[in-house]
């Protein structure tokens, strides 16, 4: 099992952009996918983007379409989000996450990564 560790966050005001990192150590052969996954305060863990360990395919969730993009670093085990236009909705607990069988999308629709990170904290605020 793979230790991530996420790298990034921070405080920006609407309409500034951050980028996170989320480091892999260990065997990272045996998961099919990789995501970022966010908790406002007061709510439940939702999928922001994912994308195959390939870095084949990717997928964002509606609400940070053409704002956010994912990217895999092939000279290490890093997966980044590059996050522009911040909004203050974007606020929260960013976890990066893996999957040992599910797709790029289909994590981010519907399956619970097995595996965490310990979150790096995002605020967007005035």
């Known amino acids: 099992q793979s230790e991530f560790v996420e790298s990034g966050g921070g405080s920006v005001q609407p309409g500034g952009s951050l980028r996170l990192s989320c480091s892999a150590s260990g065997d990272t052969s045996g998961y099919t996918a990789i995501g970022w996954f966010r908790q406002a305060p007061g709510k439940e863990h939702e999928a922001v983007s994912c994308i195959s360990i390939s870095g084949d395919d990717t997928y964002h969730v509606e609400s940070v379409k053409g704002r956010f993009t994912i990217s895999r670093d092939n000279t290490q085990p890093t997966v980044h989000l590059q996050m522009n236009s911040l909004k203050p909705e974007d606020t929260g607990v960013y976890y990066c996450?893996?999957?040992?069988?599910?797709?790029?999308?289909?994590?981010?629709?519907?399956?619970?990564?097995?595996?965490w990170g310990q979150g790096t904290q995002v605020t967007v605020s005035s």
């Open positions: 996450a893996a999957s040992t069988w599910a797709t790029a999308e289909y994590m981010c629709l519907v399956a619970v990564p097995q595996h």
